[in-house]
């Protein structure tokens, strides 16, 4: 007789005599949260860095929200209804992010506030903050990011998540193509639909994984022009501040892959985050 695998950790739960461990609730949302850095950690110029997750738990009901989700979870009971909190996460790797399960009573009604900040400027900057990632807004095709200047006041940096549960297969692959921002000043004349970039990336699983996820598949490339010779000197744009800017483009190349990407420009000067996410 085939257990499934909710039923066999309920036995051995049970077996164990643990009685404190609330009920399930599947069917689990999954949500990702793409940057984790759980203590003050330092960065470049100077920088301090950390992460902060708000939540507001709004059904009727206390809610599941863990990265275990077979029980023995890392937070019991469950958060209780009409609430807010903070949530706190450790990821192996900050740049790799972590995925969270929202218990079936949460579905639709609970919600997150996701929010870097360089502490050692805390006193000039909330923070930036940064999307909350659902089923609903990852990508099976391309995927655009838009309007990304490539300045050396700046460091552009492109991160790219796996939203697939880990496999015995080979890591999936993207391809990433990098073209120059052509025609958004009104007189350009460059214009090619040559890609500047083209290369392909492998997502890769960091720390220990299980099954559902704890981590994504993820890359991370700290700053776009540092890393492709072929964005260095571009020309200008016919625009007021006449800053180079690029286009990413993201495309699956493993069948079936389900993804999602952003890049975050870092100010060298400030410290102050940008956010560019595909809308």
């Not at 709004?58 to 609430?83: K, R």
């Not at 220990?208 to 700290?222: A, D, L, R």
Request: hydrophobic fraction near 40%.
């Amino acid at each position: 007789m085939r257990i499934s695998l909710v039923a066999l950790f309920i036995s051995l739960v049970s077996a164990v005599g643990v009685e404190a461990q609330p009920p399930l609730q599947p069917p689990y949302e999954r949500v990702l949260v793409p940057v984790v850095v759980a203590a003050p950690t330092p960065g470049a110029y100077g920088s301090v860095w950390q992460t902060v997750l708000v939540t507001r738990n709004e059904a009727d009901q206390g809610v599941d929200i863990t990265d275990n989700p077979f029980g023995l979870c890392n937070q019991c009971p469950p958060y209780a209804p009409h609430s807010t909190f903070r949530i706190p996460l450790y990821a192996p790797n900050p740049n790799a992010g972590r995925f969270l399960y929202i218990g079936s009573p949460g579905a639709g009604k609970v919600t997150f506030t996701l929010r870097v900040q360089d502490l050692s400027r805390q006193a000039l900057t909330w923070g930036t903050a940064i999307p909350v990632v659902r089923d609903r807004d990852v990508f099976s095709g391309r995927l655009q990011l838009l309007d990304i200047p490539i300045d050396s006041r700046f460091r552009a940096a492109l991160r790219v998540y796996d939203f697939e549960p880990p496999t015995e297969a080979t890591s999936r692959v993207v391809r990433l193509r990098i073209y120059d921002m052509c025609r958004i000043g009104q007189i350009d004349i460059r214009c090619t639909t040559t890609p500047l970039v083209d290369t392909s990336l492998t997502l890769v699983t960091s720390g220990h994984q299980s099954y559902p996820p704890e981590t994504p598949g993820t890359v991370f490339i700290g700053d776009l022009a540092s890393t492709f010779e072929r964005l260095a000197n571009l020309p200008p744009v016919n625009l007021p501040d006449s800053t180079p800017r690029v286009r990413v483009d993201v495309d699956p190349i493993t069948p079936g892959l389900r993804f999602w990407a952003f890049v975050s420009l870092t100010n060298n000067e400030t410290q102050h985050v940008t956010v560019i996410s595909p809308q």
